[in-house]
């Protein structure tokens, strides 16, 4: 009961449900959520979470192709340790909301500079800051077991073109970059 108000606070808070972004286009190469112009959650620096603790936007600079997608760093360093273990950096559910996928088979948007969160060791990303705190009062280890459940059905979607995508209509993921 709990997770279906949840999920109901979702559509309230204008969570759409629609195939938009690089992701609508049919089958896809990568399942990592990434903007139009192929750039990996957005162009954070995925290392920067794990050696600074923070969310830090990365430079094209420092870019390396991994899985299908263009991954961006602040500094030679970050890049290095990304291509020296990248499934160790890289976040969990492909990028994809944490949240979403611990209550349902879709891939939602990220908040990848507010909305993350490091347990145990990886990397998971939420819709917003809000949702990110719902996800750690909500038992965050059987989330995280129901997700990557949520995940294994979500991934051939991905790559079918199949999946219902949730994106914010502002949202950046839905602009080619110039």
């Not at 979403?100 to 969160?117: F, I, R």
Request: aromatic residues 14%.
């Amino acid at each position: 009961m709990k997770r279906r108000i949840i999920a109901a606070l979702f559509v309230a808070i204008g969570f759409t449900v629609a195939a938009a972004g690089s992701h609508a286009e049919g089958a896809m190469e990568t399942t990592y959520n990434i903007t139009p112009d192929g750039v990996a959650i957005g162009g954070w620096d995925t290392v920067a979470y794990f050696t600074q603790d923070r969310a830090v936007e990365g430079s094209s600079e420092f870019s390396h192709d991994w899985e299908g997608a263009t991954w961006l760093f602040t500094s030679q360093e970050n890049l290095d340790l990304f291509i020296g273990d990248p499934e160790a950096y890289a976040p969990q559910f492909g990028g994809w909301c944490a949240y979403a996928l611990s209550t349902g088979e879709y891939a939602a948007e990220v908040d990848p500079g507010e909305a993350w969160t490091v347990h145990e060791g990886q990397l998971f990303l939420n819709w917003s800051d809000r949702v990110r705190e719902q996800w750690l009062r909500y038992n965050v280890d059987h989330g995280i077991a129901v997700g990557r459940d949520n995940w294994a059905e979500v991934i051939p979607q991905i790559q079918d073109g199949s999946v219902q995508f949730s994106r914010k209509a502002e949202s950046p993921w839905n602009q080619v970059s110039n």
